[in-house]
């Protein structure tokens, strides 16, 4: 059963933390059939298994009816599993970082985890990184990093870093200005129905 968990607006997009519910320490005893695999998911993190450090990092995020919410558990098990290298934990801590969550709010800290991620192709992340370097928040700000993590994120066909690197070519932004390159791009946002990518490849075409 997958539990959707609280909304929180991140660098102006909204993260939403789902997790596989049905494991927690204190409350196996409540699963009935579902006891033993509780058990083990909380022995599997327990051993230092990073996929199951990973899911409890999550439960004590939202909280269920069996567990108290949690968030400086919840990121020290972000933590375990992702100095193991997991890059949805990875991505995680970030956002705890970011938001000041079970931890110190620090941009600096929030960047190097999604960094991490990042380099793993983990999109959500690389779409971060593309906003912190736009922004500076965190990193020191630049145009070009901004391109190139948006770019690895819209070759994975994400339309919204798809319709940013139409942006970027199109204002000569990080880049060598190509009205050519940034149609291209703003179309490939536009046919998965992307509004903004849409109606940015009308603007364009209609300028020139």
């Known amino acids: 059963m ?4 609280k909304s929180f607006r991140m660098l102006g997009v909204v993260v939403t933390l789902i997790v596989l519910a049905g494991c927690v320490p204190n409350a196996c005893a409540g699963f009935g059939p579902l ?3 509780c058990r083990q998911n909380v022995k599997d993190a327990e051993a230092g298994h990073a996929q199951a450090q990973y899911t ?8 269920t009816q069996d567990v108290a919410k949690d968030y400086v558990v919840s990121a020290n098990w972000f933590l375990k599993a992702a100095e193991q290298g ?7 801590l970030g ?9 110190a709010q620090n941009d600096a800290e929030a960047a190097r985890w999604y960094l991490k991620a990042a380099e793993q192709g983990h999109i959500k992340s690389q779409i971060v990184m593309g906003k912190l370097y736009k922004r500076g928040k965190g990193v020191q700000q630049s145009w070009r990093k901004a391109f190139f993590w948006w770019q690895k994120a ?10 940013n690197i139409g942006t970027q ?3 000569g932004l990080g880049v060598s200005k190509d009205y050519v390159e940034a149609l291209s791009w703003y179309q490939r946002a536009a046919d998965q129905a992307y509004g903004i990518g849409l ?10």
Do not use: C, W
């Open 56 to 63: 409890l990092g999550f439960l004590y995020s939202i909280g």
């Open 95 to 103: 956002t705890m970082y970011t938001l000041g969550i079970g931890v």
């Open 199 to 208: 109606r940015n490849f009308k603007r364009l075409v209609g300028n020139l």
């Open 154 to 163: 819209a070759e994975n066909n994400d339309a919204f870093a798809q319709n």
């Open 2 to 5: 997958f539990v959707p968990a």
């Open 35 to 37: 006891t033993e695999s």
């Open 86 to 92: 997991h890059a949805k934990a990875q991505n995680s």
């Open 169 to 171: 070519y199109e204002a």
